[in-house]
């Protein structure tokens, strides 16, 4: 059976009205790529059983494999197997086995069981059920005239786990050439200077894709095969060259992720005091799992006067210089390194709009790192919104911080 | 020309790979529906000029109004205007007016013209160009047998502003019937006790549609009807009796912009201090335009020493009870109203996971809110993963302080 390129059909009307974005779309085709399926067509539909069969056929007609997710509960709203049943020309039969699993499971629970979730128990004739661990709605896998279509449940996790056990595996082998992904993030540089860089030092091979993605002050370079994987090898070894220590890893791993591996493993804790990102640091840097280990805490000095009384930023800077300037950064982030107990101590200082701020126009920005060997500076001018102006800020923080990790010597103790 | 029903087509190789959610369809979807057109499909390509013609056609079978999106730009992948051409049956014609004004563009951003951006003034004859205010790509605005076809550039923000300029306006003249949209929003209870209450106590007429959704501890109700907006009111207002003050806004406002509100006309401030949700509640209330006229700014207290030493809490408290505790929770509310000298402090303390805490249970959080009249605090046991607990811990410090801010008299000064 052929299994080389995909189709994605979602199912629900909260999809098409704009209420939930469809995120499931975005994760079955980084996923399906990864078991050598090329996703070449994606399409949402609303709860209605003829528009459901017309978008199953359809994406029959466009891909070998073809995965609907969405409308598999217990509701009326809930019409996917019927559309499945109906494309594929076979009756809907209630499974026995099924039926009695999903009455365990209730039971399981402590709950009684209700008549409408019999429903989950329909299968079209000739599929098979796909185990759900995380909840009570079934995947399906039926063959269409040579072509492999699944249905999977449209929670998010429950569709990551009925992929991951009963979907990907079989694609996988059927395809064997896996896509082979490296990637390297990049901090701190536009996405035509990171391009510019890897271009002048890197030749691509044929069979290799080059792919550049940007966004919150990050530039993912990402290259791609379907091939040996081993020729990624040298291409990567190139980029990474060409872009030295702006490059802060080969293993997607988020900035924050990055600067806490390297803390711990030097043993020193960071604190963070913010104005304009009011916590988007602190967040970052308690957002997964070990963070207890390299972040201490910090303060949010949004109001002026809190960057003298919690963070001890002397009066006389914010006087001679405002909240919004670089001798303001430099002394936040000494004064939470001191009152947090730590070995760095992170600030960020700016004007996030919409209004400018002391006559500092939108987008301008100043974030400091204060270590045992100093403090350090970066002054931007950020372009965008309120919400690009601080998530761009975020980065510019921690990439700082990051690239004063590489050039001090660890801390002795603190 | 009719107008009732729509479509959207994405276009873009990023979508289908994962590099890119679309939010764009869900933001059409919404905008659509205002302006009268019902979404009933959605699809996403790849930059293939064939795929993106095959998707247009069906789109047109499906709809009366077709909005394209994406593949609009100056690059060889950008086919847009070509599939668009095609499916129309007619050619691309470069338009002298629009080549002209690309170049004055340009040279007002002091930049070189490049000759490739040229082919941004080709439009298939026949098609209108709608203006963009911000960025260099047109929209197009053609009729193809009857029906309505746009297309708009990619990057969301200019695709808003060429919707809201040059396609909203002109669909909602067609459709006359708007459709009319009413919601309450809920904190602190779940889905199905706010369904519960709201059916029992409201009968949806004829035309109307009633919808909840839910995430991140918020439930929004939700009427709509395409029809007589008045029949609307007596429903809302039934629904908003029936959930009294547990319902925080009928205005579509977040929760915290809620509370600042609030705040801002008591001429009152609020000061946070975060274990797990380490800077959440600070980026929530710094969120959003105004919010310095009610946050003064707080602490993030992650490690344990630092409740103590940032926020005041007793070390005998920290001893007895520990750092997820309601005890501790209440003293980091009051210590950070104190030291930040706000009218009231918001306390979050709890084990985000993924491994228990002092013996406690992932899940088990600690709200409180500390004022003039007292402290109070909330002890919850949440489900979810990591990113859930953090995220409806927010929801619940801030619905707390919205509850306490209900019945506090206003502070006189402080």
Redesign the interface.
Known sequence: MSARTGAVVAVGD??????????N???????L?GAGVH????????DDVD?VAR?LR?ALEDADVVVVTGGLGPTVDDLTREAVAQVAGVPLERSAALEQALRDRFASYGFPFPEQARKQADVPRGAQALDNRVGSAYGLRLEVDGRLLYALPGPPHELRAVARDGVLPELAALTQARVTTRQLKVAGLGESMVAERVEAAVTVPEGVDL?Y?AGEGVVRVRFSTDGDPAVLEPVVAAAAAALGDDAFTQDDLALCEVVGAVLRDRGE?VA?A?S????????A???Y?G??SS?????????T??KH??AGVPQDVLDAHGAVAPETAGALAEGVRE???AHWGLATTGVA???EQEGKAVGTVHVAVAGLDGTTVRSLRLPG???AVRAVTVTMVLDLLRRRLRDAPPAEGR
């Open positions: 909260e999809l098409l009205l704009g209420d939930v974005v469809n995120t779309a975005a994760w079955l085709g980084e996923a790529a996703v070449v067509h994606s399409a949402a539909v609303g528009r978008a359809r792919a993605l804790f963070s913010e304009l990102t009011g916590g988007m640091v602190g967040t840097l308690t957002g799992d963070s207890s972040y201490r805490g910090g303060l949010v000095v949004y109001a006067d809190l009384a919690l009152r947090a107990g709009g919409p209004q919104d309120r919400d």
